[in-house]
């Protein structure tokens, strides 16, 4: 399996907050994560590595190889060296449990490692965790304009449930509120089933697509 998904820990958050930057125009500071793991009972969160990324010493992707030349790339890199189990982290998601309401609070893949499947691997472990605490549905907010988390999250079942007027500080969008159904229902886990095996079909492909001997694309949430 060339992706894994985890739980995250505190060691992750440098890593995460790397991509958050590239991922979200407004972010949380480390203390956020930090409280997060350590103070909230109710918070869920997980990374997605690429067990195959070659690591190179220092560089913030495996395309960010001379892409700055120097001394900007001093700049560019203010954080210390990350060990290899750090820096191939590709993704990151998050949610809170509250009764039997599952929010998700933050779902992002790396730039470079889009439209392959791998936002789609993140949300399935949150519903996979979902399923493991008890939740019956779950719910987010998602910007006006953010067209293709929309798609991803109609791809499994939300509708929209109304309007946040004005919720976003940095720029004053909408958000929509987007619901599930009831996930424990039959009609539902038989939706997520058929999800998840073609999702698994399709992350397997793209391996032997590309001549690596990965057997299997599904997460394994440790
Ligand atoms: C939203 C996000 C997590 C999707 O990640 P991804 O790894 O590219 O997604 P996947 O490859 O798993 O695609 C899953 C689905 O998303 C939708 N999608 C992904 N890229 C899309 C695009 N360019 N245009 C339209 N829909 C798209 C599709 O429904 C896709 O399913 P399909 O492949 O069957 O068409 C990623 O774009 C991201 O990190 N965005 C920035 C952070 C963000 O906006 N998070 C959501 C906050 S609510």
Redesign the pocket.
């Known amino acids: 399996m060339r992706y894994v998904v985890n739980r995250m820990t505190l060691a992750d958050i440098p890593r995460v907050i790397e991509i958050e930057k590239l ?2 125009s407004s972010t949380w500071p480390a203390s956020s994560y930090r409280k997060e793991l350590q103070d909230n009972p109710l918070a869920h969160y997980v990374v997605e590595r690429d067990t195959q990324m070659s690591i190179q010493v220092g560089s913030d992707s495996p395309s960010d190889s001379g892409r700055r030349p120097f001394p900007l790339s001093l700049l560019a890199r203010p954080q210390p060296q990350q060990p290899p189990e750090i820096s191939n982290i590709v ?1 990151f998601a998050g949610l809170w449990l509250m009764v039997d309401e599952a929010h ?1 609070t ?6 470079d ?11 399935t472990s949150l519903f996979d965790i979902a399923y493991d605490i008890g939740a019956r549905q779950v719910t ?4 006006v304009s ?4 929309q ?5 499994y079942g939300f509708r929209e449930q109304g309007v946040r007027r004005r919720y976003y500080s940095d720029n004053g969008e909408d958000a929509l509120i987007m619901w599930t159904e009831d996930i424990m229902s039959n009609h539902y886990r038989e939706r997520y089933f058929h999800l998840t095996q073609a ?1 698994a079909a ?1 992350l397997a492909a793209e391996e032997k697509d590309k001549g690596t001997d990965a057997t299997s694309g599904t997460a394994q949430l440790a």
């Open positions: 991922a979200y993704g998700i933050t779902i992002a893949t790396h730039p490692y889009r439209h392959r499947g791998l936002g789609e691997l993140l949300l987010l907010e998602v910007r953010n067209s293709v988390a798609n991803l999250y109609h791809k999702l399709r």
